[in-house]
């Protein structure tokens, strides 16, 4: 019963908030088939804080029930910004059954919004399960998906210093020739980030895979370093 309840109040909610002009743009700009309410991505998250404070999920099953729920049946993009937004709930931080759900997520979502959305509950899994999630993170970074590959290349953004570079080299390194600008852009944002924790890696790196990374991966990679 909680379940249908938060998910009603959630989708209550969204469609309380809409505001029609603002979705068509939204849509246009995603370039998405399913239509947007046009309630911008902070309301979401305020809607789903408050509708989970009210009517609190009782267990993981309860929650995982809840996300499938949303996502599956949304008639809006936000409903499913919203399923992302209840996975982040403590309840579920470190559970390695929500990895089914946050693939899923990937492969039906297959664009940017939606699978960079569960870049960071990727990287709690893998910091919390390391021998567990990196033989996946490796399969994921040679799947025939797209989407799934570029979340194996960007599940260690919020790892800073806890980052395993030579996974991520080796998440990296079977995509090196791919031509898909959403790939290409992943592999520059992946390293640039970590070059705020260890530039000399990713320069060095980057010097090493020269003829291989591609200029807008390479730009991207070292848009933080100083000239050398």
Known sequence: MT????????????????????????????????PSLGVR???????VKAAAKQFPVKSPDDLRSAVLEL???????EERYAAIDLTGLRIVKEDLHMLPIYEEIIRTGAWWDL???????????????????????????????????RAAITA???????????LLAEVISPNLSDNEFFIRKAIGWALREYSKTDPEWVRAFASSNAGALSPLSTREALRLLPHS
């Open 156 to 166: 260690q953004l919020g790892a800073k210093s806890k980052t395993d570079a030579g």
């Open 71 to 77: 996502w599956r049946h949304a008639e809006a993009r």
């Open 115 to 149: 699978v960079d959305g569960v870049a960071h509950r990727i990287c709690g899994l893998l910091l919390a399960h390391r021998s567990t999630m990196t033989p996946i993170l490796l399969q994921w970074s040679k799947d025939d998906d797209m989407w799934v590959r």
């Open 3 to 34: 379940n249908n309840v938060l998910v009603h109040s959630i989708r209550s909610s969204l469609r309380s908030a809409a505001d029609a002009t603002r979705g068509l743009g939204a849509q246009a700009y995603m370039k998405s088939d399913m």
């Open 41 to 47: 991505v902070p309301e979401v998250r305020k809607i």
